[in-house]
């Protein structure tokens, strides 16, 4: 396939700017050639900057679809809108990267999923954690066996103070939650691909609500509206495998803690362990002894990226412009995100019943 690939973004927010159209641009198998937000100065402002010649400019994503020459959709919306906009893409003949959480309910992903299938159209979820160098770093100790097998990890993403007053991240209805489904969901699915290990047999959660009710709270945003903090400021998992693993996920926009860090995860294995806390440490036993290892991450390069600004945006976008111009799966499967999505909707279910969720 030697044409560019024709991309359109759906939503022209703070994602859009910050991740997806950056790293797109610096593609050279990539034409951004169309546009879309509901506030329409939003989406001419990033075709402006980004945009290909004669780029195009939309308010309506389904006025967007019906140009046959888009090859791809970035999904860049609120949680709520992700499945609207992502099966109506993919029906249109499009492939389709959306910003993740999957969708706001696993329903909803499940519908993604299977439009995708029927499709035949390609859909990947940005969790673009999975492209920083320790994470790929740690999946070849992981994959080569080097922590044997790994019964249990902890998926950490904890803010001490740093709530997103911007935008939507407050309202409950466009997002379906708050720090869980917005950076627990990296954690997540960071852990879950380290362990592969994709079958949940029952979640417990905790929901809490305790300091976004404070007035002129101390803030990185600057002090948040408690009438309009409508959802949790932590959140907290325990997930049992079906093969007996268990991972433990923290999640927390504001909390009294010191030590704090986001998308990070922990793994313990029977013939080693591994954890994100302070930069990569590997640690286990050799001749009687214990050791630690603190991995150089200085050097090195990544195979499938061939570029200058490597960062994990741009690994993540270069490695799904190859996977669809060589016909390839993407490296973030929408079933494997499919499940995140479940396990975080049941850490919700579970904190709202009192009780353990069960799969089947």
């Known amino acids: 396939m030697s044409k560019k690939l024709k991309v359109a973004v759906i939503g022209c927010g703070g994602i859009a700017n910050g991740k997806h159209l950056p790293s797109l641009s610096v593609q050279p198998e990539v034409e951004l050639v169309a546009f879309c937000d509901i506030?329409?100065?939003?989406?001419?402002?990033?075709?402006a900057k980004f945009g290909a010649d004669g780029a195009k400019v939309y308010s309506d994503f389904q006025a967007l679809l019906r140009d046959t020459d888009i090859d791809v959709v970035h999904v860049c919306t609120p949680n709520d809108s992700h499945a609207e906009i992502t099966v109506a893409s993919l029906e249109s003949g499009k492939h389709v990267m959306c910003e993740k959480p999957m969708a706001k309910t696993s329903e909803q992903a499940r519908?993604?999923?299977?439009?995708?299938?029927?499709?035949?159209?390609?859909l990947s979820i940005a969790y673009q954690n999975r492209f920083r160098s320790d994470s790929l770093y740690l999946k070849e100790v992981c994959e080569n066996g080097e922590l044997g097998d790994i019964y249990f990890g902890k998926a950490l993403a904890t803010r001490r103070r740093a709530v997103p007053t911007w935008g939507v991240f407050l309202d409950e209805e466009k997002q379906g939650g708050g720090p869980l489904i917005d950076i627990g969901t990296?954690?997540?699915?960071?852990?879950?691909?380290?362990?592969?290990?994709?079958?949940?047999?029952?979640?417990?959660?905790?929901?809490?609500?305790?300091?976004?009710?404070?007035?002129n709270a101390a803030n990185a945003f600057g002090p948040w509206d408690p009438e309009q903090f409508k959802v949790e400021d932590s959140a907290f998992?325990?997930?049992?495998?079906?093969?007996?693993?268990?991972?433990?996920?923290?999640?927390?926009?504001?909390?009294?803690?010191?030590d704090f860090g986001e998308?990070?995860?922990?793994?313990?294995?029977?013939?080693?362990?591994?954890?994100?806390?302070?930069?990569?440490?590997?640690?286990?036993?050799?001749r009687s002894r214990l050791y630690e290892t603190k991995v150089d991450l200085g050097t090195g390069s990544v195979a499938f990226f061939e570029g200058k600004e490597e960062t994990e945006a741009t690994r993540e976008a270069s490695a799904w412009v190859k996977a669809i111009l060589n016909d390839e799966e993407p490296l973030v499967k929408p079933e494997q995100a499919l499940v995140v999505t479940e396990i975080l909707e049941a850490i919700y279910e579970s904190a709202k019943t009192g009780k353990t969720v069960y799969f089947d």
């Open 111 to 122: 519908q993604m999923l299977d439009a995708a299938k029927r499709t035949g159209k390609k």
């Open 237 to 258: 998992g325990y997930i049992k495998m079906k093969n007996g693993a268990t991972i433990m996920l923290e999640s927390s926009w504001a909390l009294n803690i010191v």
């Open 263 to 286: 998308a990070k995860t922990l793994l313990c294995g029977t013939e080693g362990g591994a954890d994100m806390t302070h930069g990569l440490r590997l640690n286990g036993e050799k």
């Open 186 to 215: 990296h954690a997540l699915d960071l852990t879950l691909w380290l362990m592969d290990n994709y079958e949940p047999e029952s979640v417990t959660g905790s929901v809490f609500h305790k300091l976004g009710e404070k007035e």
């Open 39 to 47: 506030v329409v100065e939003r989406a001419e402002e990033a075709a």
